[in-house]
């Protein structure tokens, strides 16, 4: 295979977070190439809330990362900074003591021991910085133009379809607008180039590994409901253990005002959320994650979140979404278009701001997702309402299939290169990271590690 006339230093794939910051990183030290499919950068995080975690145990997993939390703070407040240079709004979250103490207090009397010993509930206080949908995609165009004028080269509208390596020669990646050389490569492919780029490491022979994965669903509420505790906390975390089988989830993603969002994923429909920051809704949404390891007979994570995803679409009518009542639920029975807003049964009290409708299906989520984690979502619902009693209402209203495909783990050194050498990864993709921040925060670390191979660092 001939190789191209120019060598780029570093090609990274995907201009989300994890690439943008890797590319920032590099920029005056080498020559360097990002390659997107979209037709913008900022990958999932330009498009998205964009809420900004700050707190070192948010979207980062330290052990994984092989990093101090006393070197996570510095770097995310490094992020933060430059966030807050090109527009991010000032206001932080979780900085009230004196009321995330009362919320503290709560929650210690609502909670109970397990058979194991823990606690059923815990809240995790986190500084969270919210950009809002319709922001945060200025303030990505704003630190792309800023790493473009320092000489990083975006190609947009470009999908990568393989990359080679030559015997000790450059990385080769192919895409339709043509083939480009590289000594160093980053990969950043996101959760959506998760499962593409899992093949095109394996072929290249770099170990992966099978990891967790989060399947849970969205849920939404009215405003006044949670709107005591995201005043003090944007984005609570609340962490469980369910009663019947002893499994952790946790709520995600809150978007207090905001948004149910559809987010399509290989051809299916998934449940997201979203808020604006200009404008507000009546409801708030968030995500209550189970998360699922497999052992044997199968190890295959994405595999297992794929097909889930297929079937519950599939028991929404073929390419839909299935949305229930929370009182349908608890009731053993399936939501209808007729009753889904039912003034006898309480369901006028909270207008989805996903309504049935195409791609929506009323139904019954205990036939579309595996009863294990059924159980799980259920009594996560019912120990946060020990909390906050309004959660379990039975206007609430519950979205399925909400899956996080960053499974796939990745053997990695300190700073993100694998076994093949110069091939480094970064971000949610390969299952270093869980949101912008902690994608942002492995570019950096991925591009330190070329840097200090170049003798720069
Ligand atoms: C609806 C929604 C709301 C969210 N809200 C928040 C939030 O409020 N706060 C938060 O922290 N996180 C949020 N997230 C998650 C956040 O967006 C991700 O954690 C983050 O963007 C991950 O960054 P990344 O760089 O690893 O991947 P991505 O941002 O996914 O970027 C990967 C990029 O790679 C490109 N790519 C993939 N494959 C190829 C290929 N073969 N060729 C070329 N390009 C390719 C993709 O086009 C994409 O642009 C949200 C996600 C969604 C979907």
Redesign the pocket.
């Known amino acids: 295979m001939n190789v191209p006339d120019k060598i780029w230093d570093v090609i990274v794939?995907?201009?989300?977070?994890?690439?943008l910051f890797a590319a920032r990183t590099l920029s005056d030290a080498l020559s360097v190439l990002v390659?997107?499919?979209?037709t913008r950068t900022?990958?999932?995080?330009a498009m998205?809330?964009?809420?900004?975690?700050l707190s070192p145990h948010i979207?980062l997993d330290l052990d994984e990362l092989r990093i101090s939390e006393e070197e996570a703070r510095e770097r995310i407040a490094r992020i933060d900074d430059v966030f807050l240079e090109h527009g991010a709004d000032p206001t932080v979250y979780g900085e009230d003591a004196e009321r995330i103490a009362l919320w503290l207090d709560r929650v210690s009397w609502a909670r109970r021991r397990t058979s194991k010993g823990e606690w059923d509930i815990t809240l995790l206080p986190a500084r969270q910085r919210h950009m809002g949908t319709d922001l945060a995609y200025r303030v990505v165009a704003r630190i792309t133009e800023a790493v473009a004028g320092k000489g990083v080269e975006f190609l947009l509208r470009?999908?990568?379809?393989d990359v080679f390596l030559r015997d000790r020669g450059p990385f080769i990646v192919r895409t339709p607008n043509g083939r480009f050389a590289s000594r160093y490569v980053v990969a950043?492919?996101?959760?959506?180039?998760a499962y593409?780029?899992r093949e095109v490491a394996r072929s290249l022979g770099v170990e992966t590994r099978y990891g967790a994965i989060d399947i849970g669903c969205r849920v939404e509420v009215a405003l006044p409901v949670y709107d005591e505790i995201t005043q003090v906390l944007y984005d609570p975390k609340f962490l469980f253990i369910t009663p019947t089988h002893g499994d952790r989830t946790r709520t995600f993603?809150t978007n207090p005002g905001g948004r149910v969002?559809v987010?399509i994923r290989n051809g299916c429909r998934l449940v997201?959320?979203?808020a604006l920051k200009k404008r507000k809704t009546g409801n708030t949404n968030f995500a209550i994650l189970n998360t699922v390891s497999m052992t044997e007979p199968i190890q295959d994570t994405t595999e297992m979140g794929r097909k889930i995803m297929e079937f519950a679409n599939f028991w929404g009518g073929g390419d839909s979404l299935v949305v229930q009542r929370w009182g349908d639920l608890t009731e053993g029975r399936r939501s209808k278009a007729e009753t889904f807003h039912s003034a006898g049964l309480g369901y006028d009290k909270m207008n989805p701001t996903l309504p049935p409708g195409p791609g929506v299906t009323p139904g019954d989520i205990s036939f579309a997702y595996p009863g294990r984690i059924v159980d799980n979502l259920r009594e996560s619902l019912l120990l946060l309402s020990r909390v906050i009693p309004g959660v379990a209402h039975p206007s609430t209203t519950v979205y399925v299939p909400e899956i996080k495909f960053y499974d796939t783990k990745y053997s990695t050194d300190r700073h993100l290169e694998t076994n093949v050498a110069n091939m480094f990864v970064?971000?949610?993709?390969v299952g270093k990271?869980?949101?912008?921040?902690?994608?942002a925060l492995?570019?950096m670390l991925a591009a330190e590690g070329i840097l200090r191979k170049e003798g720069k660092g």
């Open positions: 794939i995907g201009a989300g977070p994890a690439g390659l997107d499919e979209k900022g990958g999932a995080g998205t809330d964009g809420k900004l975690n979207g470009t999908k990568v379809e950043a492919p996101g959760r959506e180039g593409w780029f993603c969002r987010e997201n959320g979203d970064a971000g949610d993709g990271s869980r949101g912008i921040v902690g994608a492995n570019g």
